[in-house]
């Protein structure tokens, strides 16, 4: 239960210190006095939105703390257990403020956390239920949460979810690939004609610095043979040729040498000339051999470096780039051979998937329409003792049939989504004999405000939580028809600590303690002030709420008459 509500600088709260008690609180006061600020201080400090426009005029920032009594809250407990939080006693403090910046300081325990944490914990805490609560009601998706609360059936309901949102991103992926088919298909296509063009003109390491060479020498044959043809003539084979003359070269300087000694150094170098020309010449003659000019095999060769270049524009400014260039076509052609795989393993997947989705759903569908006779009977007596006897809500549900549907029976296919195959409405009927209809459509406000309390009411018994929170739970309501929803409240305030907002003094005269909210203007500046009534007071605001500023006589006995019956 929350024990203790501390709040400053929050709208025009400048500070109050709320001691909440067991059982029922009342909260009321005149319209724009500021009641909403105590629940809306309550809903931030339990996770909900925080926002700096909440900051009183001139303050910094609004701070809120709050004390809660865990002794009957295990989950609670537990939860703090698991996710590191100290707790040492059976009390839980909850700090909360936020300055002008936007930015929150959130305290659990005196440890630092997020608001999202503190979202969750707030969960276990408390349920906090506005006027918005009676339009939810009206939604067929609220409606289903109901049946799955009361039914117990959430943790199954989450398998389902789990289960159809796996099926759904598997889908989604499949359907991705089965769209890139073709564009894969010419991708495979292009990958290919890349690594068998690469493959086909397999080119060999150095291959073009040789071919340039080749091609250099082929574009000059001609010249080539024409000056080794003069080379080799004038060296040795013309009439003129130097060699043939050697011979009686070296004769004469022999005999000079023999004649003249000194003449051995002109003669050896005749020698060394004569060999080194020998030399010359049959190099000259080697190489001669090997000039080869061809027209054809200089068309081949510029035919090979042309294919060379544009392969290199192609693929890459080397044979490196090139030959990495087909390693990587090969390394994603692979791939897409593994994704072809990858597909059929999905698909295989994605009908185990459905299997398990089909049979979760089934369960839970099946499970819900159990519950609802059990729901309906429940509903039935609640909304009797809230003066609405011989009114019944009926819960009809269907599944929708569709040729694509996830689900197969009696030869049909049904759509399942998160929620799994129902599509659940609530139907009215108001009084006896009238035929029930979509409550979304006939009911009126006080009937879908006791509609809405008799739910809670039978969600409240087999909750946990302790604390229940109400604003204006009385909309549309009046008269006798209040009284019973009083002594609902009443009753359900037996196992819960309820705190609500209320302008009907029927509800109010039932609480067991009784806040009254006070709007009012000190030197300029506007102040909200709580503070709890004493027996004298709850009479006089009783009967203020009864006739209004001017308190009369008979509203007073009126008052007082309200509370015996409730006391009673």
């Not at 024990?3 to 600088?9: G, Q, S, W």
């Not at 029922?24 to 201080?41: N, P, Q, Y």
């Not at 703390?65 to 002794?71: A, T």
């Not at 073709?182 to 390491?205: G, P």
Request: charged share 30%.
């Amino acid at each position: 239960m929350l024990k203790t509500l501390n709040i400053r600088d929050f709208a025009l709260i400048e500070e109050a210190c709320i001691d909440f008690q067991k059982g029922m609180t009342v909260i009321t006061g005149e319209t724009g006095a500021g009641k909403s600020l105590i629940l809306d201080a309550i809903s931030s400090l339990l996770g909900g939105k925080s926002s700096p426009m909440e900051i009183r005029t001139s303050a910094p920032r609004y701070v809120l703390e709050g004390v809660f009594d865990l002794s009957k809250n295990p989950a609670a407990v537990e939860w703090l257990k698991e996710k590191g939080f100290p707790f040492e006693s059976k009390e839980l403090t909850l700090h909360r403020e936020c300055g002008r910046d936007g930015k929150s300081r959130i305290l659990i325990n005196q440890s630092l956390a997020s608001s999202t944490t503190l979202r969750g914990l707030g969960e276990l805490l408390a349920e906090v239920h506005n006027q918005n609560d009676q339009i939810l009601l009206l939604d067929r998706g609220e409606q289903l949460d109901i049946i799955d609360l009361h039914a117990g059936l959430v943790p199954l309901r989450n398998e389902v979810k789990e289960c159809f949102l796996t099926y759904r991103s598997l889908k989604k992926r499949l359907e991705e690939l089965r769209k890139s088919e073709e564009e894969k298909s010419k991708r495979i296509e292009f990958l290919n004609f890349q690594i068998r063009e690469i493959r086909d003109v397999d080119l060999k390491e150095g291959e073009e610095e040789g071919l340039n060479q080749e091609e250099h020498l082929l574009a000059h044959g001609e010249l080539l043979a024409e000056n080794y043809e003069i080379l080799s003539s004038h060296l040795a084979d013309s009439e003129s040729a130097i060699l043939p003359l050697f011979p009686k070269l070296l004769s004469a300087a022999e005999k000079i040498k023999s004649i003249q000694p000194d003449f051995s150094k002109t003669l050896d170098s005749l020698q060394e000339i004569y060999i080194q020309l020998k030399e010359i010449n049959s190099s000259i003659l080697d190489e001669k051999e090997e000039i080869f000019f061809s027209p054809d095999r200089l068309q081949f060769v510029q035919s090979r470096l042309d294919l060379i270049s544009k392969m290199k524009k192609k693929y890459g400014s080397d044979l490196a780039e090139i030959l990495d260039c087909k390693n990587k076509a090969e390394q994603e052609l692979e791939a897409m051979e593994k994704n072809s795989k990858n597909k059929e393993s999905m698909e295989v997947e994605i009908e185990k998937i459905a299997s398990r989705l089909a049979s979760l759903s089934i369960q839970l569908s099946k499970s819900r329409r159990e519950s609802l006779i059990r729901f309906e009977s429940s509903l039935k007596l609640e909304l009797e003792q809230l003066g609405m006897p011989g009114a019944a809500v009926q819960v009809v549900s269907r599944w929708e049939p569709n040729p694509e549907g996830e689900v197969s029976a009696s030869g049909k296919s049904y759509i399942v989504n998160e929620s799994g195959l129902d599509q659940l409405e609530f139907y009215f009927s108001p009084n006896p004999g009238e035929k029930p209809r979509p409550l979304r459509k006939i009911a009126s406000g006080g009937e879908v405000s006791r509609v809405m309390l008799a739910i809670r009411s039978i969600l409240g018994r087999q909750s946990n939580l302790r604390v229940l929170i109400f604003d204006e739970i009385d909309s549309g309501l009046g008269g006798e028809i209040a009284m019973d929803v009083a002594r609902k409240l009443r009753n359900l305030a037996e196992n819960h600590q309820l705190i609500l907002i209320t302008h009907l003094q029927q509800i109010a005269s039932a609480a067991n303690d009784h806040l009254k909210i006070t709007k009012s203007v000190e030197g300029g500046r506007t102040f909200s002030k709580a503070e709890f009534l004493s027996l004298e007071e709850r009479t006089l605001e009783l009967a203020r709420m009864i006739s209004g500023q001017r308190v009369s006589k008979g509203a007073l006995e009126h008052a007082k008459e309200l509370l015996k019956k409730q006391a009673v």
